[in-house]
């Protein structure tokens, strides 16, 4: 790998619980930022769980973690995989197993530095909850997404999450709305304006529900692939948002 000439930038996506799309996130997110030229790292921080892979559509090709770069093992270089299908777009993996895991916030701050060199943005998928995995994932990023669905429950347990971010400076922390029907916002009588108010945070973006997600992991391919206008079209989106890009929000239909 070639180093770049600036130091990349480090984004952490959390929730405060499971089931709000993280991993979908992660990759469509990541693959969209890829596809405008950006050399992007997927880091997969749950541990014991990992399956950012699958969501990226490169299912069991990675063979060593981010726990054996920190310990030596192996290099970055030889750790990190390339995406078969969208160039400029990587893998580093989480250990498989829980037992015997040990990994410092300090030595995960050591490895995000080499990142920096390699890579002009590296996303760090969070597992659900506020454990080792979440605070190994935001210990040294320099920006954290919120991802949450719009029911009541997920946006109080983002609410939660943001209390326990408050090494983030105001700007740097951003709201995702995801897996959004139309039809469910109107029987909640809720609106985006809404989620936006119980989580307290900027919105980045708001994606909708699509059926194609499921679909394209059963068939290992990643959803940025599709030519649909829904959830890959609000990846692609939000990916220009994080670039500077101002990008009107989707209408969800």
């Known amino acids: 790998m070639n180093k770049l000439n600036t130091l990349g930038h480090c984004i952490a996506v959390v929730s405060g619980k499971g089931g ?22 997927c880091l997969d921080c749950d541990i014991g769980l990992r399956n950012l892979d699958l969501t990226l559509g490169i299912p069991d090709r990675a063979f060593m973690d981010f726990s054996d770069v920190i310990h030596g093992r192996c ?29 410092l916030p300090s030595q995960m701050l050591g490895l995000l530095r080499e990142i920096r060199q ?3 943005i590296c996303l760090l998928d969070a597992p659900a909850g506020l454990g080792t995995g ?10 954290a997404v919120v991802v949450s669905t719009s029911d009541p429950s997920s946006l109080r347990d983002a609410q939660h999450t943001v209390m326990t971010l408050s090494q983030f400076d105001t700007g740097t922390l951003h709201l995702v709305v995801n897996r959004v029907r139309k039809k469910m916002l109107r029987n909640l009588h809720t609106t985006i304006d809404d989620a936006i108010d119980h989580a307290g945070l900027p919105l980045l973006g708001v994606v909708p529900e699509d059926d194609d997600l499921p679909l394209c992991q059963s068939l290992g391919r990643c959803i940025i692939d599709t030519q649909n206008r829904t959830a890959a079209t609000a990846y692609r989106n939000i990916a220009q948002r994080i670039l500077g890009r101002r990008t009107p929000l989707m209408r969800i239909r």
């Open 75 to 103: 290099t970055l270089e030889d750790a990190v995989v390339p995406h078969n299908k969208i160039p400029n777009l990587y893998l580093l993996t989480a250990p498989v197993q829980l037992r015997h895991f040990h990994v």
């Open 20 to 41: 709000t799309g993280k991993s979908s996130f992660t990759a469509g997110v990541g693959a969209a930022l890829a596809q405008q030229g950006k050399r992007v790292l």
């Open 118 to 120: 390699y890579f002009d």
């Open 134 to 143: 979440f605070e190994l994932a935001t210990c040294g990023a320099d920006r």
